[in-house]
């Protein structure tokens, strides 16, 4: 969201953004009152245009389009997703076969599966794992969608190392570490709650999974929601303890008005469930150091 903030306000509107930056309702909403256009597909963007590529990533192909209708480019994938990106390559050149767990259609999947379309086999959970075939079983290696869950994730490495012995497991952790410590959270919080809201939107995988894991965890019952509003007040029938948490990249002025919102019907006490400290940060893409607009327009003079 900063980043898109950062460009409209850099270079003044429109800047294309090529898929929602992050999947949240509220965001996209928001940079679009503030002059962002959001796309399906680069083709959709005029020529000479500045576009942003979503914190999700994109394939190869997608730069490649966008240099061939003169656009200038923003890319603001995020680091972790990068990371995956690299692995694939390095793994790809190396000529090892690449099982990658996450769900189809996702855009992160979609991105890194471009990286190395011939040597990428996509694993959509533990139940898909008896129709996967290698090349040579002793030169196998899987990665990961950033947002899923953890537990779901190892479940599927599991049953990868039953059938191929010899997998080998990235260099460092794919899992994004605000996916895993919301998901942390939420099995502590799960173990003691009635009923665990999580606000995100309901195309946000990370999101989704919080729900997954907060009814995993013992919570009798838990909901996705967008904002307050949505809240179903059946849902707070004989309920004592409600937990609340939200996706990695839901703005905090939405998990406040559910606070709020439960303030005003008796839930007024708040205790923090911290899984762990959160120090990173990410700079701003590079891009948004050098004037886009004279690069587009030098491009289209080409």
Known sequence: MIAVEKALEQYGSPVYVRHEIVHNKYVVQTLEKKGAI?????AEV???SIVMFSAHGVAPTVHREAAERKLATIDATCPLVTKVHKEAVRFAQDDFDILLIGHEGHEEVIG???EAPDHITLVDGPEDVAGVEVRDPSKVVWLSQTTLSVDETMETVGALKEKFPLLISPPSDDICYATQNRQIAVKQMGEDADLVIVV???NSSNSVRLVEVALGAGANDAHLVDFAEEIDEAWLKGVSTVGV???ASV???L???VLAWLAERGFEDVEIVKAA???ITFSLPKELRRDLRAEAAALSEQ
């Not at 959001?38 to 680069?42: A, D, I, S």
């Open 255 to 257: 998990v406040d008005g």
């Open 112 to 114: 890194t599966s471009g």
């Open 245 to 247: 948490t939200s996706g």
């Open 277 to 279: 400290e959160e120090s």
């Open 38 to 42: 959001f796309v399906e597909e680069t």
């Open 46 to 48: 005029p020529e000479g």
């Open 200 to 202: 995100g939107s309901k």
């Open 251 to 253: 703005p905090e002025v």
